[in-house]
């Protein structure tokens, strides 16, 4: 019913501006006096993450994007190698896995059996297992070696909003909380990306404030027959969840690509007036990879490619190659998801109303899929 929604059309609507609140009840309390980063159940000693020598995170769909992103940060913090993958290729190529492997089971229901069954093989395997749940008893974390719950509230729309971010929250936590343990990070390091984590709730409401022009484009696009993303580092991922929920909610032929990647084949694809979103990361800090994407949006703009670009709030350099242009608030670049994630999502709801589709119910799609 209306009521239930909260007066808005839609539950994906209403998850969407749910999410300044569902990051900041998942940061909440998870900064001990002493700095340190505390987990809910943790069944894991700090000895044994003091021995992991490899972190598998394993997930699907949109939580496997939220890995995607984890991976940036966790190696960045921790220095210990780590790989994303499809829970539904992980038991069949048979991963190189023991006592000292990590992994990291992402999962919004806490029942997606393809993720489950990952999971216990690793712990067949006698690998170390955590997961990032929304779900409390839920499967996975009944069976996994520690929990850290995403405190996003139930999540009724197929598509997954408040869970992804709060998922990009715990991953962030998990890695500081790993590299802390490991000695690589101190309390006042931990305690300073808190402090930035717990502006982005501000940082959101900000955003979701002003996020009018997206739904415009949004409507002006709707007819057109594909839409390409684009996006380097963690703005890749960024781009597959963006292409994704256009699939998901609008049906429409969407993909995501690392932008880098382009002149390799994508870019054939570009015609005049294609549709290219590109996720640009901050200026600052890691400009180089700011310039690299700003000529890939060249690229694609000679060949015709009609930009959409989402950068940073004051980020001049883009303006002249942008036929749109969505600024989003500054964050720091491992940050950043929490960020120009929110507009794609916008978009693919508004694009899937304008289009007459059931934006809640998407054909075909189940929210919790328990079959393998
Ligand atoms: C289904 C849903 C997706 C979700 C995926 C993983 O396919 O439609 O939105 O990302 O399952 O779900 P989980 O509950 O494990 O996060």
């Known amino acids: 019913s209306a009521a239930e929604k909260g007066g808005y059309d839609w539950f ?19 900064l001990t006096e002493t700095g340190e ?17 490899k972190i598998f995170i394993v997930a699907c769909g949109t939580a496997y994007h939220s890995g995607m992103v984890a991976k940036y ?3 960045h913090w921790t220095r210990i ?10 038991r069949y190529r048979d991963p190189v896995l ?8 992402i999962s919004q229901s806490g029942e997606t059996m393809d993720t489950l069954m990952a999971l216990r093989h690793a712990k067949e395997q006698k690998a170390r297992v955590l997961a990032i749940c929304n779900t409390n008893g839920s499967t996975i974390p009944r069976e996994s070696d520690a929990v850290l719950y995403t ?5 009724i729309a197929v598509a997954s909003t408040k869970a992804f971010l709060t998922q990009l929250v715990a991953c962030y936590l998990i890695g500081l909380h790993l590299a802390q343990v ?11 990306v808190v402090a930035q984590l717990q502006e982005m709730p501000g940082k959101l409401r900000e955003l979701l404030g002003r996020i009018e022009p997206v739904r415009e484009l949004a409507r002006e696009l709707k007819s057109e027959p594909t839409v390409l993303f684009i996006g380097r580092h963690v703005g890749y991922p960024v781009a597959l969840e963006g292409a994704l929920k256009l699939k998901e909610l609008a049906y429409m032929h969407a993909e995501g690509f690392a932008a880098g990647e382009l002149k390799h084949g994508p870019i054939a694809l570009i015609d005049q007036g294609t549709p290219v979103i ?6 600052v800090g890691r400009g180089m990879l700011h310039d690299k994407i700003v000529s890939n949006i060249q690229e694609v703009r000679a060949r015709g490619a009609r930009t959409i670009v989402i950068a940073e709030e004051g980020d001049e350099a883009v303006v002249r190659y942008a036929d749109h242009l969505i600024y989003v608030p500054r964050t720091p670049t491992l940050l950043a998801p929490l960020v120009t994630t929110v507009p794609l999502q916008v978009f693919a709801a508004e694009i899937a109303a304008a289009r007459g589709h059931d934006v809640d119910q998407p054909r075909n799609l189940a929210k919790s899929v328990t079959v393998e």
């Open 81 to 90: 190698p780590c790989e994303v993958e499809l829970a539904s290729e992980f």
């Open 73 to 75: 940060a966790i190696e």
């Open 151 to 155: 405190h996003g509230g139930p999540e």
């Open 278 to 283: 590109c996720v640009v990361p901050s200026p």
């Open 182 to 192: 490991r000695g690589i990070k101190f309390a006042d390091e931990v305690g300073a």
């Open 98 to 105: 023991d006592r000292s492997t990590l992994i990291v089971v």
């Open 37 to 53: 980063i505390a987990l809910d159940e943790v069944r894991l000693s700090d000895q044994d993450l003091r021995d992991v020598d």
């Open 12 to 30: 994906m609507l209403k998850e969407i501006e749910e999410q300044p609140q569902a990051i900041a009840d998942t940061l909440l309390g998870r």
